[in-house]
């Protein structure tokens, strides 16, 4: 069975840090491509960030360029996300996201808040 579980969220002033972190089992994790969503209150879902298994590209939505880092140890089945100078329209539910056959696969999801 496939599961992704996320760790690493909570409460953090703003220009804080935190990394978060995706444990993967399951499936072969270092052959697939990974993602992280997050959905902010009353919004819709916000592609983030994804990592090429195979070349290891990174790829960041533009908000978040020069302050989140995606990474991943595949021989810990783990992803992560880096988040660095951290703003107020940073809060919300993060997920991480990996497709396999066409078929997305989801975390539970774990929140993240940037308040004062």
């Known amino acids: 069975e496939v599961q992704l579980v996320e760790f690493g969220g909570g409460l953090v002033q703003p220009g804080g840090s935190l990394r978060l972190a995706c444990v993967a089992s399951g499936f072969n994790f270092r052959t697939y491509d990974m993602s992280w969503v997050r959905q902010a209150p009353g919004k819709g879902p916000e592609w983030v960030s994804g990592?090429?298994?195979?070349?290891?590209?990174?790829y960041y939505t533009d908000s978040v360029k020069g302050r989140f880092t995606i990474s991943r140890e595949n021989a810990e089945n783990t992803g992560y996300l880096q988040m660095n100078s951290l703003k107020a329209d940073d809060t919300g539910v993060y997920y991480c996201?990996?497709?396999?056959?066409?078929?997305?696969?989801w975390g539970q999801g774990i929140q993240v808040t940037v308040s004062s």
């Open positions: 990592m090429n298994s195979g070349t290891g590209s990174t």
């Open positions: 996201n990996v497709k396999i056959f066409d078929r997305d696969y």
